[in-house]
């Protein structure tokens, strides 16, 4: 390769973002045919798609849904899709009889306060069209769960009816979620500064949500203003509605057990393509190098370090391909990879379920099976009994969830 064609290959690796399995646009080998809409619903920062359930025309007892965290427009087929082809979660509430609201943002990386009033206005029209007097259940998927949260929380504060009685998340980042702070910093050092991967990361959902974040202009890892703020305003709508049953998931497991990955240990190495970068894996300590960051157009090195972090990596909780994904875009262009970890914990069990924060050691790794349930801000809830992707729809959190949507 020449120079200017190494030059266009550092610039080009950032043509991706981080993305779950359920909102991920599905495998081109997948036969799966998501079914048309009845209606589709224009909203405030969003729009849903209805799916009466069978042997319904019209809407009778609804079930809204909202989509997680991404860059860009929801695509509800994909999100369908996701949510159906493994297990099937969508067709089984379906032919119970319920009927499902999917809803969309017009900007998945907008803020959570934003996309929430897609949420009021989703539960508000349901309200208005649905025959019969059946309660709604309302929740989300991931970033969803957030938003739905915040959303029926509001609406109580402003005693704007929503006839809600059952919430639920699906591994929703109620304690944070973790990006490796140094995969943050390496979205800002590919020298396209516009580039999609460094828009997910610096946009206001990711602030919001991230446990921790890589400030690009300051070139610091700390708690965003962002998500300081998101939570002042969380608390004055009380933190959670009270009205509803609240009902968790995590893709995690709940005995304490995460993925066998060593602290301090290489996941990533890079060669040819930034020639030397390597990223490591979380470990405890002072001054910890978590990546070494260089590039050749224009030449920079970048060491990132961390201060007081837990072992993130290996944490229980759903996973995130986070590695893979940014292994698979530089082998694209021509760079030679050293994968070693390609899945890490993305959203922690703890977090999941609402039990403890993340901060210290003994509470991300916590045996929350051991735990005594009314620790946890929600009713009730599930912890995966095996490492599980994020938002993944296995057959036993599909089982265990539609029970409760269907009772």
């Known amino acids: 390769m020449s120079d200017q064609e190494y030059e266009q290959a550092e610039r080009s690796v950032g043509e991706f973002t981080l993305t ?10 997948l036969a799966y045919t998501v079914p048309e809409p009845d209606e589709q619903w224009e909203l405030p920062h969003g729009f849903a798609h209805v799916f009466y359930g069978e042997g319904n025309r019209d809407i009778t007892r609804p079930l809204i849904m909202a989509d997680g965290f991404s860059l ?11 949510l159906d082809s493994d297990f099937p979660f969508l067709t089984e509430l379906r032919r119970r009889g319920r009927d499902v609201i999917l809803l969309g943002y017009h900007e998945r990386s907008a803020s959570i306060l934003d996309n929430a009033q897609a949420a009021m206005a989703a539960i508000a029209q349901t309200c208005a069209q649905q025959l019969g007097d059946a309660p709604l259940t309302v929740g989300g998927f991931s970033m969803g ?27 929703s980042p109620h304690r944070g979620a973790v990006v490796p702070v140094g995969l943050q910093a390496f979205a800002h050092f590919i020298p396209f500064p516009n580039n999609p991967f460094a828009r997910q990361m610096n946009s206001p959902a990711a602030r919001q949500m991230l446990w921790r974040h890589y400030d690009p202009e300051a070139g610091e890892i700390g708690i965003a203003p962002e998500r300081t703020q998101f939570l002042q305003e969380l608390a004055q709508v009380g933190g959670w509605p009270s009205d509803p049953l609240k009902l968790a998931v995590a893709n995690g497991r709940g005995d304490g057990a995460g993925l066998e990955i060593p602290p301090g240990s290489t996941a990533l190495k890079v060669e040819r393509i930034y020639p030397g970068t390597t990223f490591s894996t979380q470990a405890q300590g002072k001054d910890v190098i978590t990546a070494e960051l ?8 970048k060491t990132i370090t961390t201060n007081d972090f837990s072992e993130l990596d290996g944490a229980p909780g759903g996973t995130l391909r986070s590695y893979g994904i940014l292994a698979d875009a530089l082998k694209k262009v021509g760079a030679k990879i050293d994968l070693r970890h390609e899945h890490v914990c993305f959203v922690p069990s703890v977090s999941a379920v609402a039990i403890r924060d993340i901060d210290q050691q003994k509470d991300l790794y916590a045996n929350i099976d051991g735990l005594p349930g009314e620790e946890s801000e929600v009713d009730e809830f599930i912890c995966s009994s095996d490492t599980t992707a994020h938002t993944a729809i296995t057959q036993e959190l599909g089982e265990w969830l539609l029970d409760r949507l269907c009772d």
Request: proline fraction near 7%; avoid cysteine; charge should be positive.
């Open 20 to 29: 779950t399995p359920v909102s991920a646009e599905p495998p081109a080998a």
């Open 72 to 82: 860009g427009k929801s695509d509800l087929k994909w999100l369908y899709s996701g």
């Open 145 to 171: 769960g957030l938003v739905t949260r915040y959303a029926l929380a509001k609406m109580e504060r402003l005693r704007a009816g929503h006839r809600t009685s059952l919430y639920f998340s699906y591994d």
């Open 294 to 301: 260089k590039r050749r157009f224009p030449a920079a090195e």
